[in-house]
């Protein structure tokens, strides 16, 4: 019995072949843009003898916080609660354990698309009572169009230098081969800049004609790019 020959693929070839040269460019991009989010780290506080009475005192600040924030729901884009503790401050010294005090702590973000309210909202956050405000930390939103921008510049970057180096051979490119994010083949994240914060801290405090608005400039954020592509050229005369 013969069996029959099973063709086989010829092996690719990594690095082209006279008839057909491989090109591999990077492309990269940075843009520098304006952020479309800002958030706020915003800690309720309250502190008694009587467990009870601080719970109900977080409650009704935190209550507080949240209602003031919703007012603002056109600015607003997210609001959540973070987590909450309640713990005891023991005597210290004497024999055996009593409770001096209570502490209790409520973390709240809020997330706002709109800076138009943003200085305001801050300002009349920190006068309220045992409140501590930070922020505002600026971002990205992942749709942001800046992010596919970076990505648009970063492919013309990669073509314009490919074109570049076969003009340079006296030839023309003929295909593109691959394209991909630099890391991608080893399921790696590409690196990006930092976060951009402008961290200002706020304790409440009243004033008696109430809070003037905080004149908040958001920073600038930085979008990378970076990718590799691969393209064939014509065979150059050397």
């Not at 790696?188 to 809070?211: I, Q």
């Amino acid at each position: 019995m013969t069996s029959t020959p099973v063709e086989t693929q010829p092996a690719p070839v990594p690095y082209g072949t006279p008839d057909a040269p491989r090109l591999a460019v990077r492309g990269e991009a940075h843009l520098e843009v304006a952020p479309d989010i800002a958030r706020l780290g915003i800690t309720v506080s309250a502190r008694g003898t009587d467990r009870r009475t601080t719970l109900d005192d977080l409650t009704r600040r935190n209550t507080t916080v949240l209602d003031l924030v919703r007012t603002y729901a056109d600015a607003v884009g997210r609001l959540e609660t973070g987590h909450l503790t309640l713990s005891p401050e023991l005597t210290e010294g004497g024999h055996g354990e009593r409770v001096h005090a209570h502490h209790g702590r409520v973390h709240v973000t809020a997330e706002l698309t709109d800076f138009t309210a943003l200085g305001e909202l801050t300002t009349r956050l920190a006068a309220l009572e045992l409140t501590h405000v930070e922020g505002p930390w600026w971002d990205l939103s992942p749709d942001s169009p800046a992010h596919r921008e970076a990505r648009r510049q970063a492919v013309h970057e990669a073509v314009r230098r490919a074109r570049e180096y076969a003009d340079a051979l006296g030839t023309t490119l003929t295909a593109l081969v691959e394209l991909a994010d630099i890391g991608a083949e080893n399921a790696e994240r590409p690196s990006s800049a930092p976060r951009s914060a402008h961290r200002t801290a706020l304790d409440g405090t009243v004033s008696a004609h109430g809070p003037a608005a905080l004149a908040l400039e958001p920073q600038r954020q930085h979008v990378y790019a970076r990718i590799t592509a691969r393209f064939t050229m014509a065979p150059p005369r050397l």
